[in-house]
């Protein structure tokens, strides 16, 4: 319809940043699945890292975050198919947690994997650099927290 260029290509965002989401979300996973491995195999102090409980409370967070953002990421997946009327605050919602608990938790499986994390040998570290830019494409996150508050001041808070 002529004069609604922008509002369409702007709706067309939506999915895009629910796509990014998805993506840090499937790179964390494989993430903490191979420092799950990793910490089992690796010992320190005569044992495996794995049963210290430092590593054990980073892997149980690591899970906990990462499924929280992707329950975001179904609602917001499920309110764009169904064209709800905030579609847009919870895609900038979800792409803002799940970008932002992807990288934490790459760099978290990295940390567990001590120095050769940081090696290329092992898989974390390019995921660790492939989920870094998740926080900048298709919009920033800070751009993102623009979106929520200017949603909030049309719809006000979710309950
Ligand atoms: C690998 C890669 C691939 C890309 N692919 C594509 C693509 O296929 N298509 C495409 O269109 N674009 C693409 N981009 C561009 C990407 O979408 C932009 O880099 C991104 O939207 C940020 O814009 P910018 O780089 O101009 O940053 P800027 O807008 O210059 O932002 C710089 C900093 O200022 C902050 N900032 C800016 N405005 C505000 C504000 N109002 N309030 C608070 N903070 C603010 C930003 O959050 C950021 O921290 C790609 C970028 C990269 C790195």
Same mark, same amino acid.
Do not use: C, W
């Given at each position: 319809?002529?004069g609604e260029?922008?509002?369409?290509a702007m709706s067309?965002l939506?999915?895009g940043?629910?796509n990014? @989401?998805a ?6 996973q494989?993430? %903490?699945?191979r ?7 690796r010992e320190?102090?005569?044992q495996?890292? $794995?049963?210290?409980?430092a590593?054990q409370?980073?892997?149980a967070?690591m899970? /906990?975050?990462?499924?929280?953002a992707?329950?975001?990421? !179904?609602?917001a997946?499920?309110a764009?198919?169904?064209? +709800?009327?905030?579609? /847009? ?7 803002r947690?799940? /970008?932002?608990?992807?990288f934490?938790? $790459?760099n978290?499986? %990295?940390? %567990? +994997?001590?120095g050769?994390g !940081?090696?290329?040998? !092992? ?10 830019? +998740?926080?900048? %494409?298709? @919009? ?7 979106i ?5 001041s049309?719809? @006000?808070v979710s309950?």
């Amino acid at each position: 319809m002529e004069g609604e260029g922008f509002k369409i290509a702007m709706s067309g965002l939506d999915g895009g940043r629910i796509n990014i @989401g998805a993506a840090s979300l499937g790179g964390a996973q494989e993430a %903490l699945e191979r420092a799950l491995g990793y910490v089992n195999e690796r010992e320190q102090f005569g044992q495996p890292i $794995a049963s210290f409980q430092a590593t054990q409370f980073k892997l149980a967070d690591m899970e /906990t975050e990462l499924d929280a953002a992707r329950l975001m990421l !179904y609602r917001a997946a499920s309110a764009l198919d169904t064209g +709800h009327p905030q579609k /847009t605050k919870y895609a900038a919602m979800a792409k803002r947690l799940a /970008t932002d608990v992807g990288f934490s938790v $790459a760099n978290q499986a %990295l940390q %567990l +994997h001590g120095g050769y994390g !940081y090696l290329r040998d !092992y898989e974390v570290e390019r995921l660790v650099r492939d989920l870094r830019v +998740h926080q900048i %494409l298709e @919009g920033t996150n800070e751009i993102m927290r623009v979106i929520i508050a200017r949603e909030q001041s049309r719809f @006000g808070v979710s309950a």
